[in-house]
């Protein structure tokens, strides 16, 4: 059973967090919080699996929680809801190391997949926010696009191919589609890919193919190398 934090500061918002969340038989809501001080409170309290954090919060907002809950509470992993209009605060919060990103709007199931994905030792960032940062991002400069051109040359053709699509904001399923590969397929390899450029997240890895401006394969288009 996989232990969730839920803190928002909007008691609506928070039930039907909660009622999405229950909804999946192997997540519980152990705690809930109104701001990120209280979140910190009850993550020591409840030492919960996963802390479901909503970036704009009183007293503590998500990020000054994150940064307490990584002292008091360590290993615990941490999802970030954000909102379109809040893209600086996701873009400070990728140097956190936060375990997911989804949208406030997002669907059910992606909510639920990020909670599982953080419990599982995963990273999970909501193809519209990766979208959304890499709009944000301006030319890189000469060195940054050798140093990342570099890295990328360390993996194969394969997993090229499956970071190019990383970097469009895709998801796992949506990637397997285009490749014609299972989604467990493609977890190994983005997994694998992050191992090999020492990144943390897709969105790091996203803003690597950025930097060095690796054309992501086109629509449709499956390569047929191992």
């Known amino acids: 059973m996989v ?5 928002d500061d909007e008691p609506l918002i928070r039930a039907g967090i909660r009622t999405v969340l229950e909804s999946a038989a192997d997540i519980t809501v152990v705690a809930e919080a109104t701001n990120g001080r209280a979140a910190v409170d009850e993550a020591v309290r409840h030492r919960p699996d996963v802390a479901l954090l909503d ?10 929680a994150v940064e307490e809950l990584r002292r008091q509470v360590p290993g615990l992993r941490v999802v970030l809801l954000t909102s379109f209009g809040a893209e600086p605060n996701v873009l400070r919060a990728v140097q956190h190391r936060v ?4 949208l406030k709007n997002c669907t059910p199931d992606e909510l639920i997949r990020a909670v599982r994905a953080a419990h599982e030792g995963d990273a999970y960032l909501s193809p519209a926010v990766t979208r959304l940062l890499l709009g944000m991002l301006t030319p890189v ?8 051109t570099d890295r990328l040359a360390a993996l194969s053709p394969r997993e ?9 904001g895709l998801s796992n399923a949506e ?9 467990a397929s493609i977890k190994t390899y983005v997994s694998r890919i992050l191992t090999k450029l020492d990144c ?6 996203a803003l690597l193919v950025r930097d060095a401006e690796v054309p992501a394969p086109g629509p449709g288009v499956a390569r047929t190398r191992p």
Do not use: H, Y
């Open 55 to 64: 970036i704009k919060m009183p007293v503590l907002d998500g990020l000054g």
């Open 3 to 7: 232990r969730v934090l839920l803190a």
């Open 175 to 183: 990637i397997g589609r285009r490749l014609r590969m299972s989604e």
């Open 160 to 168: 090229s191919d499956v970071l190019g699509l990383v970097a469009e």
């Open 141 to 148: 400069a000469v060195e940054r696009r050798r140093e990342a």
């Open 200 to 205: 943390t997240n897709r969105v790091q890895a």
């Open 99 to 102: 375990a997911g990103f989804v």
